[in-house]
């Protein structure tokens, strides 16, 4: 006689809550059998089912086992209400028939989806290898690039001062070399630096994984730290023009954070958006406090994120197909962000980045003030 919509309802709830599956406890004789494929016609006014709830007061149910060889998938349950009823044994086979039937279209279907399921999980760890691959690429060459300049460097300037050769130059000749030093040492200390930073990365990145990157947390000024991450990106490019916003003088902008760390993401966000913009536009900084966090942006006149990447730039390894560095050097292998996010969150923070394709982008992230905090 069908059920309302709202006893279908009740109906979900009581079998979500029901807290025994078939086979647990009951009676075992009865679950074997019921598993070897033998209907039961249950009487539900006697022991042990009068116990049960039944909100339809049903007297007599039929109950077919969905069985896939030997396994109970399901249990398919007739009644005719509070109406007694006799189950006749056209009723008992067409049931047991339909129960057959049904046991099997359900298990295509689990089929079916389980099939789904693994071709998605082919298509993901394809997807992973590729970008472990492309990864192991990029970080080889990355990291062999400053070693070769400092290689260069190294042999360059021992060929210059070897002690066979000096002792028949001239004065003037030797000041020529000593004075071209100077650049060679620049490079020699911008390779070596970017060559630290990568390893630093990689460090990092494997102390996220193994939860073992270590915060020391303390009272610190957020302005200050800001400040310091600005004036050094200037000092390496002093060409870029960087502005930088700071709250009002007397603001007070402490949070409780470990000051290396959160430096090292302002600094990231400030790379970042200094070699995908081009050189001759400014990137501007600045920090402001919101009720009772601070919030950190960096701005750029760069490419711009499609909408489509802006959440998965944070994953590990991951880079946006089509963006190119624009300034400076290095390339960068997809690491920083995902640190940056660890360690904001880590802090009770969140990190964001507004941005669309031609108009820039605006990374930002936020921390709690420390008597908030
Ligand atoms: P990477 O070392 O590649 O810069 P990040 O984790 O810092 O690694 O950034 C991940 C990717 O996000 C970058 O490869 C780039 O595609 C994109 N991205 C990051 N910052 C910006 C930005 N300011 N403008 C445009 N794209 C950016």
Not at 19 to 28: H, K, L, T, V
Not at 129 to 151: C, S, W, Y
Request: aromatic share 4%; hydrophobic share 45%.
């Amino acid at each position: 006689m069908g059920l309302a919509p709202e006893q279908v309802a009740q109906w979900w709830a009581e079998q979500v809550a029901q807290p025994q599956r078939f086979g647990e406890g009951g009676d075992p004789e009865q679950t074997a059998r019921f598993a070897a494929g033998e209907l039961f016609v249950l009487d539900l006014t006697q022991p042990p089912y009068d116990a049960l709830p039944n909100p339809y007061g049903v007297t007599t149910m039929l109950a077919a086992p969905l069985r896939v060889a030997e396994r109970v998938v399901g249990i398919l349950t007739l009644d005719h209400s509070g109406e007694p009823h006799h189950y006749t044994e056209e009723e008992l086979a067409l049931a047991g028939a339909v129960a057959r039937l049904e046991a099997f279209v359900i298990e295509r279907e689990r089929l079916l989806e389980e099939r789904a399921a693994a071709r998605a999980d082919a298509l993901a760890l394809a997807a992973a290898n590729r970008r472990m691959d492309e990864f192991l690429g990029i970080a080889t060459h990355e990291l062999k690039t400053p070693v070769t300049v400092l290689q260069a460097n190294v042999q360059l300037l021992a060929r210059r001062f070897a002690p066979a050769a000096l002792e028949r130059r001239s004065a003037e000749d030797l000041a020529r070399a000593v004075a071209s030093i100077q650049p060679l040492l620049a490079t020699s200390e911008r390779s070596a630096r970017r060559l630290s930073r990568l390893v630093d990365d990689l460090l990092d990145v494997s102390r996220i994984r193994e939860g073992h990157l270590e915060l020391v947390p303390e009272p610190c000024d957020l302005a200050a730290i800001v400040r310091e991450a600005v004036e050094e990106q200037q000092h390496l490019q002093p060409d870029r023009v960087i502005q930088l916003t700071l709250p009002a003088a007397g603001t007070d902008v402490t949070v409780a954070a470990d000051a290396e760390r959160i430096g090292q993401v302002v600094t990231n966000y400030l790379t970042n958006a200094l070699k995908y913009s081009p050189a001759d536009r400014p990137v501007a900084v600045s920090l402001a406090v919101e009720e009772a966090r601070a919030r950190v942006s960096v701005r750029d006149e760069g490419t711009g994120i499609p909408a489509a990447e802006q959440d998965q730039i944070w994953e590990l390894f991951h880079r946006v197909p089509g963006i190119e560095v624009q300034s400076g050097s290095g390339v960068g292998l997809g690491l920083g962000l995902h640190i940056s996010r660890e360690i904001v969150e880590r802090h009770g923070g969140a990190v964001g980045v507004a941005s669309a394709v031609g108009a820039g982008s605006t990374f930002w992230f936020t921390l709690p003030l420390a008597d908030a905090a």
